[in-house]
């Protein structure tokens, strides 16, 4: 849980809607392989090339745990996977986020890109009954009263 922390620059409770699929370019500048696939290569960059499939949902804020955010706020946040091109990518460790359900999000925020959750599932907690679960396999939980502590 507190890598988790340490890494998100937001925790937020939301309510998700309106998945839809979007492209993710990568920046092709920069030496970190992580931005820029081609870094530390003498390959060129062809337009389009590394474009990655995602699903963007819209959330809307119902609680800020830490970081720059208030409630009400809109955000859209990605996972990857989705349709590019006609052809449906799915991702492992990447479970659909369920639209409706109250759900506890870590997240890292880059300036001009939708929020991506930390650590895929690990990072997304959908709330059953009155404890947050974790979609990811480690089986992370948290009472309300625990993810009202986080900030």
Known sequence: MEALRSEADLIVEVEL?????????????????RLNPFAGTDETPVPGDGALAITVYEASVIAVHDGDAEVGDSIDVAQMGGTLDGVHYVFANVASLTAGVPTLLFL??????????????????????DTYRSLGDGGLSLSRAEAHALG
């Not at 309106?18 to 392989?33: A, H, I, K, Q, T």
């Not at 300036?111 to 990072?123: C, K, L, S, Y």
């Open 108 to 129: 890292e925020t880059p300036p001009d890109a939708p929020a991506f959750i930390v650590g895929e599932d690990q990072g997304a907690f959908e709330l059953d009954g």
């Open 17 to 33: 809607s309106g998945p839809r699929n979007d492209v993710l370019m990568p920046e092709y500048s920069g030496v970190d392989p």
